[in-house]
């Protein structure tokens, strides 16, 4: 069959990306462990080796998705608030200066900003000192023709102040409510695959791949190409945590377990680029009782240390992204890998057990990344979803009016909730109009969600022990 029209008709909705605990916070890294420059070492940092080209490509990768704003905060999460370029420019200076070399962005991180600020940071360094990987982020259907996907590209180049990038990613292949469909619109039907690939013969490109985030088949099929020839793949990127690797089916069925995913690559001797190490930085803020038994194992090493060590350990992964936006987020993650030490037998199954756990409290698999935004009725999806998980997260969720600290478990979770979301803004006033679901990368059943949670919460009203 035509590879082009292969995916037209190949089955599978499983979907590769798996959250299972909430943050606190929406970085990626938030240890809440306190570091200096002078603890970070110089000089041993731990690097892999591109098989396709010989790259000495850093483990830890620095991801240009969460880029600090002018006053604090995340140009994630933040809006038309500028870029701080010139705390940017200091730490990319300091990743480079201990080893950092690997800087990943995107047309789309930072609400259009992140392209322009890593090419202005980057380009006051000799162009033989980093690699840079940007993504065809054409989400957008009004990007779909191979003229505006062509135009992106060209931006992007602009933007990053460089006449090639080292690795170009098809972004997100298999997202929507259709992955296959989607992915033929974005990359086939329109010639852009093959665009691409004549763009890495003129040298434009140096390692095409893509990030993989929706359904088995197109993965599965892509590298089906691989195999017979029609396209090269030099590197893909997916997510891979010590909680994906073997539960992200078992939490939902239309899920990969980054098992699957890394020994298909294995195979292949493709080079694994890594997502989400923290789930959007779940991992670094686990149950309380589990944080705990992490530091009466290794007093020294953060929560969020045991996750990045866990995504660096095995050999075919070329690099491990962190989103970083404040310096000691970067200062702490160069220490995990400088150098590694990798998990060990006994280590891999302590993960496992605290994996195990985290699957039976049954948390809602949000990971605050606001692409269900902005709820036509103004819900705030993400908050709500945080509220709740936090409050499983420390232990607080009430299971029974015959618990002992109902009365003030149930003002705990009242309260906070009312503080964390305004009243019009809450589960309550969710009809069911379903829109939200198809952005959703986890592809939670968002409605169901909100209306379990509206239920709890009246149930708690009614429930009023002065009663």
Known sequence: MDRRHFLKVAGGTAIASSAVLAACSSNDNNSGEAISAADVPKGKMTYRTNPNNGDRVSLLGYGMMRLPVEG?????EITDVPIDQELVNKEVDFALEHGVNYFDTSPAYCQGKSEAATGIALSRHPRDKYFIATKLSNFDPA???????????????????????DY?????????DDGVEEFNSRYMDNGLLDWLVEQKEA????????????DIAVFDNLLAWHDEGDYHWDFVQIELNYLDWKHAKEINERNTNAEYLYAELQKRNIPAVIMEPL???????????IAADMKRRDPDASVASWAFRYAGTPEGVLTVLSGMTYMDHLMENIKTYSPLKPITPEEDKFLEKIANTIVALQTIPCNDCKYCMPCPYGINIPAIFVHYNKCIKEGNLIKSEKDSDYAKARRAFLVGYDNSVPKLRQASYCIGCSQCVGHCPQRIAIPKELEKIDRFVEQLKRSDPKD
């Open 72 to 76: 604090g905060g995340s140009g994630r």
């Open 143 to 165: 990007t779909w023709s191979l003229e505006e996907s062509q135009k992106m590209f060209f931006n992007s180049l602009k933007e990053l102040k460089v006449d090639y990038v």
């Open 168 to 176: 170009l990613l098809m972004h997100g292949v298999g997202m929507g």
């Open 203 to 214: 040298g434009k490109i140096r390692n095409l791949g893509f990030s993989y985030h929706g």
């Open 279 to 289: 789930l959007g930085g779940r991992l670094a803020n686990v149950p309380d009782a």
